[in-house]
């Protein structure tokens, strides 16, 4: 009494032991998953961006221009709605630092 047992695991990216329970009734959302690497100096960045969908076995990537703010970083995962995000960390960099916020912001593990 009062025990309990675990009987699947997963997270907002891996959702395979969940896929009878969420695709049974027309639910169709993916569970995207991205990554992203930053480079170039100070005044302007380049953002590198992988994204991987399981769900229809794509994987895409593609590498643009960003501002101090990253506001273009920012739309690219509203409009393709990720769930998960892996950011190369840097700690003692602020642009690391800043596209992190920006990952959080937009409700990314």
Known sequence: RG?????????????HMFEDV???NGVT????VMAIKLAGSSNER???????DPSACTFQVCEFSDN???????AL??????RECLVI???GNVAYQKACEVVERCNVM
């Open 46 to 52: 380049v953002v590198g961006a992988a994204f991987c």
């Open 3 to 15: 025990q309990w047992t675990q009987t699947r695991k997963g997270s907002p990216g891996n959702v």
């Open 89 to 91: 960390t840097d700690k």
């Open 22 to 24: 969420l695709y049974t």
């Open 77 to 82: 995962i509203v409009q393709v709605g990720a």
């Open 29 to 32: 959302s993916s569970a995207l």
């Open 68 to 74: 101090q703010l990253f506001s273009n970083l920012e």
